[in-house]
């Protein structure tokens, strides 16, 4: 394809009109690799034999160079050939110079047989890629160039730019004859492609039909190796201004053909993608050794950490005394710009660069806490070299704490209470670790005695967590102290403000961290997720709180979450039993758990919500037992408050499904009391279940209250529930009032016909139907599986018709053993 070359097929033209007149003229087409010569000249020869003249044409190769007259061979036409001391030059040893008195006997034949053919009709004599050209052929041709005025010849070669421009000699030799002509072939200056392409017609074909890589490395294969050399250069220092220092030589003439190709623009700078192919045709060794060289030099000219940090993780054979201290400050720059990835592969290597002990132990401290904010998982590897340190009493008390925190996520409490117990006599440090078993680990609290840590018995305590002291410390982490606060203290801190009820200014602050950490800390996203989901959760949005549990999941690995994974998977089992996707919630109680969580507050969140699953497939005395486990450990915990888990109206739930009234009232009658008027939503809850345990009579005014608490605290889900109880009733007293019609008889349908006609059934309907049959009224079938009564009666409805029946009572007694089965199949193995 030929692009906007007009201006030089028409300067051509001209040369051949020229020769067709007797001028005999000599052109030379001058540009960079794959800048559109050859086609060039291709469309030059068309339009000569357009014109009636005879065109010879040869192609020289960089790999033909040494072939004696192998270009000749090429240009040379019959006629020419037949003259037997051409044939005899032709027919040349390649390994035997070429003398000068038969050189030039060849070369008068030569130009005897061409002058001769020019008087019968005009001669294009075209060299392509002349710099390749072998020196006998040039020699020949040269001595026809110069005996060509006043012949019908025109003479046209084509050279590259730099190092593959024309020898020196040659270029002289031609420039300065009469009817001599230099047409530059540059790069195009139009196109919306042009910091990539540098206005390349071979790389703007390429990038157009989808082949730029290719058409990229085409250009590079035909480029000299220097000059390739000098581009791989430019794109390990960022532009050309010491790559003449790095290689040691000159590179002016590389320079001017990556320009003549558009490889590098005016300013000599190259497209990424471009220096970078460039590099890529390196040997690994050969690339390596550039970087090494970069670093060195970019390091002795003082440039900025991370660009010396650059090379050197790109030589990894170099291991200079400087190089530890370099790629920690280039750490400290990626930490502070939030690429905390970046900081683990120099944090990485300068460990590996440095042999001392302390240094060392000071970067795994480092890339353990950094690794952490990446994923927990992946901070394991660096644990080691701390708990040995821990152990010798090496290890710093700020880290000591900290590596203490990373064994308690993942669970490796026997491990992490030595930890802590090496803390003995750091009064500060023991604080910390206090709070942390008190407010997130309190089952290993009671392992370890504090008071035996600090001289002379003193007790070890830090302030508790406080609404204010969380906002306080939220806000610090978002506008200034960012790298001094981990994610699991933000976390703390949005969950204080969440069991205090401030769940506008949890989601507020969740916000504003989720925009700070979603590209800098895959742990810090997880945690906000599972956060959104409790809010969500607590304010009835089931469909939100599905959605961020299963992103808190999928964002961190199992193992990432260690024994926070109960937090995020309580969320998800209880958005999924609201959603009624019981199947899906069972595949979810079913998975195994580790069983280091029930020491710690996710494990509380995880029995309370698969307690929630036990009750919604009507397994009572499993949901009972779960709520009661709660209870237990949080009355141990000193942590007994509804506003984390309300376990009491759970198992007073458990307790009427189970037919012990009394016990559920005195159970909500103790989570009202811990809940006085300071939490309107966990008193809401309570005052929903104590209507449930109560009679009718006494129902209305508990639940229109419950429903002004929970409609202002903003719980949609809770407050249907309670709003539900109303509905119930209605439809129980209404149910009572109907008079009852006197029926005709019907004749009853055989047994077997209704058993078989319960494949017909949904799964949902033959869930209603199997509560029906236990007894079960609409309202409480409606309160065991989370839906409303409305949608209880249309389910009966539907079976009634598909099974052939009018009554509840002709319901077979069959599909109690189909409510046997179903929960005795979803239940989930216990361990607690």
Request: net charge neutral; with cysteine.
């Amino acid at each position: 394809m030929l692009i906007a070359r007009d201006e030089q097929v028409a300067a051509l033209k001209a040369r051949l009109a020229g020769a067709e007149s007797g001028l005999g003229t000599t052109t030379v087409l001058t540009g960079g690799v794959a800048c559109g010569k050859t086609t060039l000249l291709t469309r030059f020869a068309e339009l000569a034999e357009d014109s009636g003249a005879l065109v010879l044409r040869a192609g020289c190769a960089r790999a033909e160079q040494g072939l004696p007259f192998g270009a000749l061979g090429q240009l040379l036409p019959p006629p020419a050939l037949a003259d037997e001391r051409i044939a005899k030059a032709l027919d040349h040893d390649p390994d035997r110079t070429v003398a000068d008195n038969e050189l030039l006997r060849v070369s008068r034949a030569v130009g005897a047989a061409l002058f001769a053919l020019s008087a019968e009709r005009p001669l294009a004599i075209l060299l392509d890629d002349a710099q390749y050209c072998d020196a006998p052929s040039m020699s020949c041709l040269l001595y026809l160039v110069r005996r060509l005025p006043g012949q019908r010849v025109t003479v046209v070669l084509t050279e590259g730019a730099g190092p593959l421009a024309l020898d020196p000699g040659v270029r002289a030799e031609l420039s300065r004859q009469p009817h001599f002509h230099a047409l530059p072939v540059e790069p195009l200056t139009a196109g919306n492609d042009l910091p990539l392409t540098g206005g390349n017609p071979q790389l703007m074909n390429g990038l157009a039909e989808g082949r730029f890589t290719e058409a990229l490395l085409g250009c590079l294969h035909r480029a000299a190796p220097s000059t390739v050399e000098v581009l791989g250069a430019i794109g390990v220092l960022g532009s050309a201004d010491d790559v003449a220092e790095l290689l040691g030589r000159e590179i002016d003439a590389d320079l001017l053909a990556l320009r003549a190709s558009g490889l590098i623009n005016a300013g000599d700078q190259a497209h990424p993608d471009v220096a970078a192919a460039a590099l890529g045709t390196f040997t690994p060794a050969a690339a390596a050794e550039l970087h090494e060289r970069a670093a060195v030099l970019t390091h002795t000219a003082g440039a900025a950490p991370e660009v010396v940090a650059g090379h050197l993780l790109r030589a990894p054979h170099l291991r200079p005394d400087w190089a530890a201290p370099v790629l920690t400050d280039a750490a400290d720059t990626a930490l502070r710009d939030q690429r905390p990835a970046d900081a683990v592969r120099y944090l990485e290597l300068a460990r590996a660069s440095t042999t001392d002990p302390a240094l060392r132990l000071d970067l795994s401290a480092l890339l353990a806490r950094v690794t952490w904010r990446l994923d927990p998982g992946q901070s394991s590897r660096h644990l080691e070299p701390l708990m040995t340190a821990a152990r010798d009493g090496r290890l710093a008390g700020r880290d000591t704490t900290a590596l203490a925190g990373y064994l308690l996520w993942q669970g490796k409490h026997d491990e992490a209470l030595a930890t802590i117990r090496g803390l003995a006599g750091d009064a500060q440090q023991l604080a910390e670790a206090e709070l942390w078993l008190s407010t997130t680990y309190p089952g290993l609290k009671r392992r370890i005695r504090f008071d035996q840590l600090l001289p002379g018995g003193q007790p070890v305590t830090a302030p508790r967590p406080t609404v204010l002291g969380a906002e306080h410390l939220l806000q610090r982490s978002q506008f200034g102290e960012r790298d001094q606060i981990s994610p699991q203290e933000e976390f703390g801190a949005l969950l204080t403000l969440i069991y205090a009820g401030r769940l506008d200014a949890a989601a507020h602050w969740g916000r504003l961290h989720h925009l700070r950490l979603r590209t800098t800390s895959r742990t810090g996203q997880a945690l906000l997720a599972s956060v959104r989901a409790e809010i969500a959760v607590r304010q009835g949005e089931l469909t939100i709180a599905h959605r961020e549990a299963s992103e808190a999941l999928r964002v961190l690995s199992e193992r990432g979450w260690g024994v926070g994974i109960g937090f995020p998977l309580a969320n998800l089992l209880l958005a999924l039993i609201g959603l009624g996707r019981l199947e899906e919630a069972a595949e979810i109680a079913e998975r195994p758990v580790p069983q280091a969580m029930f020491d710690t507050r996710f494990g509380l969140h995880y029995a309370y919500a698969r307690g929630c699953y036990s009750q919604a497939i009507g397994r009572h005395q499993a949901a009972l037992a779960d709520f009661l486990f709660c209870g237990e450990l949080m009355q141990q915990w000193g942590m007994d408050q509804p506003s984390v888990v309300p376990w009491r109206t759970g198992a007073a739930q458990a307790w009427l499904a189970l037919g012990n009234r009394g016990q559920a009232r005195k159970l909500v009658d103790a989570q009202l009391a811990l809940a006085g008027t300071e939490q309107p939503r966990v008193r809401g809850i309570s005052l929903r279940v104590l209507a449930a345990a109560s009679e009718p009579a006494q129902r209305p005014q508990l639940v229109a209250e419950a429903v002004k608490l929970l409609e202002a605290c903003g719980d949609r889900l809770e407050r249907a529930k309670a709003l539900q109880l109303l509905t119930g009733d209605r439809h129980d007293r209404h149910d009572r009032r109907r008079p009852v019609p006197r029926a005709k008889p019907q004749p009853a349908r055989p047994a077997g016909e209704v058993v078989r006609g319960l494949d017909k059934l949904s799964e949902s309907e033959s869930r209603v139907a199997a509560l029906a049959v236990c007894g079960c009224s609409n309202r409480e079938i409606a309160g065991k599986l989370y839906i409303t009564v409305s949608t209880v009666e249309q389910h009966l409805t539907r079976t009634y018709r598909k099974l052939g029946i009018k009554r509840r009572c002709d319901l077979p007694i069959e599909l109690r053993a189909l409510a046997t089965g179903t929960t005795g199949t979803t239940g989930t193995t216990r361990s607690a």
